[in-house]
């Protein structure tokens, strides 16, 4: 058994410590939360679906990463979704016997991992897996074929089963957000502690001029949406607000719904595709505002944007409900839709935010917050 305080100060050298994510084909998110996790246990071994090492930071990518059989079969990094049905099988083969503490970062299948008699086993939870629960009905009716929406009722069966299951033989759950810890208390009938991703993008000077990124936008001001382009963000809203009142919007991001987004903007949007941290920076400091329509887990960038002490417009759910102070970081809005996203833009226009307390505010969500609560969180679950 893995003894109370061996974890004091940061001494994780005495038990084997394994962390398993889902896959590292990109750098997002919850990879982010990956890198502050190896950092904080500097000797562990990380396991992984599948793996492109050049997609990675260099720190992560030197990193001892194994991967399961996955990883062999044809266009595996590409396609990685396309084997979600094998994930189970990949994720109980691997060999975790060697391990007395398994830290697994999960939003799908990485839960499914098996510790030995006496390892403790701690997730780090960004959502009980979407498609099988909170966005199962989403994602069925967005297929269009009855032969598709027919598999996906009898296979998402199967992986909520296989969830469930595997989620009881989690010894403690950490989750993103306070949503995230209802949704399983809802799903998985567990309970755990919130302890929030962390937000490294710290500002720095000098930070670049974005002239070279929007260069018919020259000094006017802009409000900004900054993420991934798919359905569930909501970008829709932003634009069709923003032209509505006339108000420039720069959306930096690509994905599945750029081409359909793009087609119906105006010259009001202005879309960058392809861009940096110190890009992202330079558009967070210059911006007026920040505009997130969309429901996230927590949104990692909606406390990136305040630590430049910019006001964020977002949507009442999720992961903004801990981020944004209604009134006092930016305003919260019921609804997602372009009336209330209009009427939240005017609030936020009409009043006036105290730039150092938003700045403020944002440090809470930093690394350092994030290594020292992790460290608690284990220690008070050791014996």
Same mark, same amino acid.
């Given at each position: 058994?893995?003894?109370?305080?061996?974890?004091?100060?940061?001494?994780?050298?005495?038990?084997?410590?394994?962390?398993?994510?889902?896959?590292?084909?990109?750098?997002?998110?919850?990879?982010?939360?990956?890198?502050?996790?190896?950092?904080?246990?500097?000797?562990?071994?990380?396991?992984?679906?599948?793996?492109?090492?050049?997609?990675?930071?260099?720190?992560?990518?030197?990193?001892?990463?194994?991967?399961?059989?996955?990883?062999?079969?044809?266009? @595996? +990094?590409?396609?990685?979704?396309?084997? %979600?049905?094998?994930? !189970?099988?990949?994720? *109980? $083969?691997?060999?975790?016997?060697? #391990?007395?503490?398994?830290?697994?970062?999960?939003?799908?299948?990485?839960?499914?991992?098996?510790?030995?008699?006496?390892?403790?086993?701690?997730?780090?939870?960004?959502?009980?897996?979407?498609?099988?629960?909170?966005?199962?009905?989403?994602?069925?009716?967005?297929?269009?074929?009855?032969?598709?929406?027919?598999?996906?009722?009898?296979?998402?069966?199967?992986?909520?089963?296989?969830?469930?299951?595997?989620?009881?033989?989690?010894?403690?759950?950490?989750?993103?957000?306070?949503?995230?810890?209802?949704?399983?208390?809802?799903?998985?009938?567990?309970?755990?502690?919130?302890?929030?991703?962390?937000?490294?993008?710290?500002?720095?000077?000098?930070?670049? @001029? +974005?002239?070279?990124?929007?260069?018919? %936008?020259?000094?006017? !001001?802009?409000?900004? *949406? $900054?993420?991934?382009?798919?359905? #569930?963000?909501?970008?829709?809203?932003?634009?069709?607000?923003?032209?509505?009142?006339?108000?420039?919007?720069?959306?930096?991001?690509?994905?599945?719904?750029?081409?359909?987004?793009?087609?119906?903007?105006?010259?009001?949007?202005?879309?960058?595709?392809?861009?940096?941290?110190?890009?992202?920076?330079?558009?967070?400091?210059?911006?007026?505002?920040?505009?997130?329509?969309?429901?996230?887990?927590?949104?990692?960038?909606?406390?990136?944007?305040?630590?430049?002490?910019?006001?964020?417009?977002?949507?009442?759910?999720?992961?903004?409900?801990?981020?944004?102070?209604?009134?006092?970081?930016?305003?919260?809005?019921?609804?997602?839709?372009?009336?209330?996203?209009?009427?939240?833009?005017?609030?936020?226009?009409?009043?006036?935010?105290?730039?150092?307390?938003?700045?403020?505010?944002?440090?809470?969500?930093?690394?350092?917050?994030?290594?020292?609560?992790?460290?608690?969180?284990?220690?008070?679950?050791?014996?």
């Amino acid at each position: 058994m893995i003894k109370r305080g061996t974890y004091l100060g940061g001494a994780v050298n005495a038990v084997k410590v394994a962390i398993v994510h889902e896959w590292l084909v990109n750098f997002r998110g919850s990879e982010k939360v990956l890198l502050e996790l190896s950092r904080i246990f500097p000797d562990a071994t990380i396991y992984v679906s599948v793996l492109d090492r050049s997609q990675l930071p260099e720190e992560l990518a030197a990193r001892e990463i194994r991967t399961t059989f996955l990883q062999h079969l044809p266009f @595996s +990094i590409p396609r990685y979704q396309a084997y %979600l049905l094998l994930m !189970p099988l990949a994720y *109980s $083969l691997l060999d975790m016997k060697e #391990y007395d503490l398994i830290i697994t970062s999960s939003h799908a299948c990485a839960n499914g991992v098996r510790a030995r008699r006496g390892a403790l086993h701690i997730s780090y939870c960004y959502t009980p897996m979407r498609y099988a629960w909170s966005g199962y009905q989403e994602y069925y009716e967005s297929l269009r074929s009855p032969i598709a929406k027919a598999a996906m009722t009898v296979l998402m069966a199967f992986m909520r089963f296989w969830d469930y299951h595997n989620s009881q033989k989690v010894d403690h759950y950490i989750a993103c957000s306070r949503a995230v810890a209802e949704r399983i208390e809802k799903y998985y009938g567990r309970s755990s502690v919130v302890i929030y991703p962390p937000v490294g993008l710290i500002p720095t000077e000098p930070i670049g @001029s +974005i002239k070279s990124l929007l260069p018919d %936008l020259q000094r006017e !001001p802009y409000y900004l *949406s $900054l993420g991934r382009l798919v359905p #569930y963000k909501r970008v829709d809203l932003a634009i069709k607000a923003c032209e509505r009142m006339q108000r420039h919007l720069v959306v930096a991001g690509n994905g599945p719904e750029l081409e359909r987004l793009q087609a119906e903007s105006s010259p009001w949007i202005h879309f960058i595709t392809a861009f940096s941290d110190e890009d992202a920076k330079a558009l967070y400091k210059h911006c007026s505002g920040f505009i997130f329509p969309g429901e996230e887990d927590f949104g990692l960038t909606v406390v990136e944007v305040q630590r430049y002490g910019k006001p964020v417009v977002a949507y009442a759910k999720g992961g903004a409900e801990d981020t944004v102070i209604h009134g006092k970081t930016g305003i919260l809005f019921q609804e997602q839709s372009v009336d209330a996203l209009v009427d939240a833009l005017i609030e936020l226009e009409q009043s006036a935010y105290d730039v150092e307390f938003i700045r403020d505010h944002s440090t809470q969500f930093s690394p350092e917050m994030f290594h020292a609560e992790i460290r608690d969180a284990i220690n008070m679950r050791v014996e």
